[in-house]
Antibody, heavy 119, light 107 residues
């Protein structure tokens, strides 16, 4: 059974940093792209980042580019999201997601971890 | 960025009814479209990818169709467990973007 467990969320002041982790199990982690997607409270979904299977290629929307960094450790079955220079608009539930075998789809999502950016 | 416009924003339907949700892309996305279901208090689940391919384990009462800029999700014989918010998403071009969601409730 596929499992994705995110940790690392919490309350953080604007301008500070936070690092999220997502531990995967139930599938061959090193064979799949991984993603982070966020959802502000009561709002829609926003893709935050993607990473390919060996971690050599990463992608971001302009809203987080230069502030967020996705990485992975295939030996530990873990994907990370380092978030720097946090802003109030980064407040959201952050989900990690497993890629799909046939393309760039978010095939399975974790339960999410809440990040609140506030002074 | 490609804008994804869903309609309606909400709808109410009876058990056993057939419902259709629409998604309009701001440009041709060549069937690079997915549908997700988010049940209350849960994380989203992939239903449909490449516009009409059913993800593993998804009931056959769900189907997707469309091409170009216009896509739809159809739910046949509505069940109580289908009460959810449904999102469309394109991965034709970065940044990947989602529709605002359609909230489906029981009448």
């Amino acid at each position: 059974e596929v499992q994705l467990v995110e940790t690392g969320g919490g309350l953080v002041q604007p301008g500070r940093s936070l690092k999220l982790s997502c531990v995967a199990s139930g599938f061959t982690f090193s064979s799949y792209w991984m993603y982070w997607i966020r959802q502000a409270p009561g709002k829609g979904l926003e893709w935050v980042s993607s990473i390919n299977t060996d971690g050599g290629n990463t992608y971001y929307p302009d809203s987080v580019k230069g502030r967020f960094t996705i990485s992975r450790d295939n030996a530990e079955n873990t994907v990370y999201l380092q978030m720097n220079s946090l802003r109030s608009e980064d407040t959201a539930a952050y989900y990690c997601a497993k890629g799909h075998y046939s393309g760039d789809w978010f095939a399975y999502w974790g339960q999410g971890t809440l990040v609140t950016v506030s002074s | 960025d490609i804008q994804m416009t869903q309609s309606p924003a909400s709808l109410s339907a009876s058990l056993g009814e057939t419902v259709t949700i629409e998604c309009l892309a701001s440009e041709d996305i060549y069937s690079n479209l997915a549908w997700y279901q988010q049940k209350p208090g849960k994380s989203p689940q992939l239903l449909i990818y490449y516009a009409n391919s059913l993800n593993d384990g998804v009931p056959s009462r769900f189907s997707g169709s469309g091409s170009g800029t216009q896509y739809s999700l159809k739910i046949n014989s509505l069940q109580s467990e289908d009460v959810s918010i449904y999102f469309c998403q394109q991965n034709y071009d970065s940044p990947y973007t989602f529709g605002a969601g359609t909230k489906l409730e029981l009448k």
